[in-house]
């Protein structure tokens, strides 16, 4: 299991744009078809919103085949 911390200075950051600014997506077409796919929980449920506001203090969590990788936002 891989720890990341992410840390945002406004508001609030877009599930699919967290994926791409962590590093996990390459591109907003993997981000979405990550989400899509069901691999992706925000707060520990499965969440299909690419939309979806992530804010300081969520975490998410994408379940590949073989890893596990969750991105703490602070």
């Known amino acids: 299991m891989e720890k990341i911390d992410i840390s945002i200075k406004t508001e609030y950051i877009k599930l699919d744009q967290l994926l791409k600014f962590s590093g996990i997506a390459q591109t907003g ?3 979405k078809d990550m989400i899509l796919d069901g ?3 925000f707060n520990g449920e499965v969440c299909t919103m ?3 506001k992530v804010r300081t203090g969520d975490s998410v969590e994408i379940e590949f085949e073989d890893e596990t990788v969750i991105i703490s936002v602070k």
């Open 39 to 41: 691999i992706v929980k």
């Open 29 to 31: 077409s993997d981000a």
């Open 50 to 52: 690419r939309g979806k």
